[in-house]
């Protein structure tokens, strides 16, 4: 299974929709609420929302830009843009003005196709960003026509004369940690491999948690080529995944880290009966091996990680038996590579580093981007001279090649007298080895005279209390050094989480170094003029 089928020239979309997805018939693709659409309606549905896309231009040379939350037109729009030839361009729709704005200076769209659910600030926020993209709603309850209304009326196209390859391309948006928004192009190489190379092998009913607009619609596409039933959930709560899979014969789900805690610690899920999942997948931050401890008592040997980044669409995977090899060793670790993917720790001039010695990750492969839309700067900035791509990760590789990260570069703190690297994770993990912690993020704040020391916040169980020196222990206990010692703890009810899921350190950043920019990313030039 290569996306294509072996035709040359053929779509990956062209394949699933006029092959696979009718072959599939009556079996359930997507429930949605209420809904439960099968694969043979959902073939129909995205032929009929192409030639609804060709009967307003849409075709070769245009974009299609989606604002939508969790609903089966969604998980349409991509295949149907595909088969005409167009630019896809998935959005969630709960971005600030500011991010639309920074995405549509450098991919904008010729048509915005918003749900008609949207809230109306976001509504706002959006179009006034694409204010040069013609507007559909998706969905009869939006300001403008709906798009489903003229795929309805331009009926169901035959299954001839889709674009070819060549012009599937999909810009994909990413940045939330970083603060810089940067549209991502993908074109038909990637699609072909993660179908040839599958997340999951064989079909299941999927629990989608995720954005459909976003990585979700990815793993989405993946598990419908295998004739996997996907249940969309609107938004994630602890509450919305209990329920559905006490309702729903869920097999398998997606949860970002900070989601997989909530559910762990919901009182709920102790009367769930979890025996039907095969595979629960997290991903796209860290985790702390405690956790996964107890994740794995819960729900059994079912835990896959995924290593990846929008610009790398799975780099390395971490499989179910690595999970419990010698009692846990590899917890810490993101496993190994994809067949279809290489990856290496190199140094900063780019030279490859022996087995042990942390450096950034590097990788290379058919699911690499092929750079930043209209960023030629950031683009060559983003790979090395021979083609490796800079993921922006610290960390190691031992010599079985399983990775271990260490920190993002921007997130690692430099501190102490001699200037010592504290890689965050390191310390969030040793923080929540004590019983009444549930996550912890650990943050670089402005020192006098270090430059920057280390910061703790901290999530407890409901009502426990915590004294700082029993996590202090918890921090010399697991690293010895007192330099890993936060310099000072900050307690929360919760995180904040960007829109997709991970930990929004920028935000746990913003309020600390307010006129202290200079210091922070390991720049302590300030230390001097600071009276140090």
Not at 82 to 102: I, W
Not at 123 to 141: C, D, H
Request: charged share 20%; net charge negative.
């Amino acid at each position: 299974m290569d996306g294509s089928d072996g035709v040359a020239g053929r779509s990956y979309a062209a394949w699933l929709v006029d092959e696979v997805f009718p072959g599939y018939g009556s079996r359930e693709a997507v429930v949605h609420g209420g809904r439960r659409m099968t694969y043979a309606e959902l073939a129909e549905a995205i032929r009929r929302l192409a030639a609804g896309f060709r009967s307003v231009g849409l075709g070769p040379g245009t974009t299609v830009a989606l604002a939508s939350g969790n609903r089966p037109e969604a998980v349409c729009v991509p295949f149907a843009a595909h088969l005409v030839g167009a630019r896809f361009l998935p959005m969630p729709m709960d971005r600030g003005p500011a991010e639309y704005a920074s995405i549509t200076e450098n991919a904008p769209a010729d048509v915005l196709i918003m749900d008609d659910r949207i809230p109306e600030a976001g509504a706002q926020a959006v179009t006034s960003a694409f204010s040069g993209a013609r507007l559909w709603s998706l969905g009869p309850g939006g300001p403008a026509p709906d798009i489903l209304d003229v795929a309805r009326r331009a009926g169901p196209a035959p299954g001839q004369g889709w674009a070819d390859a060549s012009q599937v391309e999909t810009v994909l948006c990413s940045g939330g940690t970083t603060g810089l928004t940067k549209c991502i192009l993908h074109r038909h190489r990637m699609y072909r491999t993660i179908l040839a190379h599958p997340f999951l092998p064989e079909p299941v009913r999927l629990l989608v948690t995720s954005q459909i607009a976003h990585v979700g619609g990815l793993y989405a596409l993946t598990s419908l080529a295998q004739g996997s039933t996907l249940t969309l959930l609107d938004r994630f709560t602890p509450e919305a995944v209990i329920e559905a899979l006490t309702n729903e014969p869920i097999t398998a789900m997606m949860l970002m880290p900070p989601m997989l805690y909530r559910l762990l610690d919901h009182p709920a899920l102790a009367g769930v009966d979890c025996s039907r999942l095969r595979r629960v997948m997290y991903g796209a931050s860290p985790i702390t091996p405690d956790r996964l401890r107890q994740a794995l008592d819960r729900f059994g040997p079912v835990l896959w990680q995924l290593y990846a980044q929008t610009e790398a669409f799975g780099l390395t995977a971490l499989s179910s038996a690595d999970h419990v090899v010698d009692g846990g060793r590899l917890l810490r670790s993101v496993g190994r590579s994809f067949p279809d993917m290489e990856t290496g720790v190199r140094d900063d001039q780019g030279r490859p580093l022996p087995p042990g010695e942390v450096g950034e990750i590097c990788a290379r492969g058919p699911r690499v981007m092929e750079g930043y839309l209209n960023q030629p700067e950031a683009t060559a900035a983003a790979f090395h001279p021979d083609g490796w791509l800079r993921t922006g990760d610290l960390g190691y590789q031992d010599e079985e090649g399983y990775v271990f990260l260490m920190d993002r570069r921007n997130d690692v703190i430099i501190t102490g007298e001699g200037g010592s690297t504290i890689y965050s994770p390191l310390v969030e993990n040793a923080l929540t080895t004590h019983p009444a912690v549930r996550a912890a993020a650990v943050i670089p704040v402005p020192h006098p005279f270090y430059g920057q020391a280390v910061h703790a916040v901290v999530v407890t169980a409901p009502g426990a209390r915590v004294e700082l020196d029993e996590l202090r222990k918890c921090v010399l206990a697991e690293l010895e050094r007192p330099v890993y010692l936060p310099a000072s703890f900050e307690f929360v009810d919760a995180l904040p989480l960007t829109p997709i899921g991970k930990v929004d350190k920028t935000a746990l950043r913003a309020p600390h170094w307010a006129g202290h920019q200079g210091l922070l990313h390991g720049d302590t030039t300030a230390r001097a003029e600071s009276g140090g």
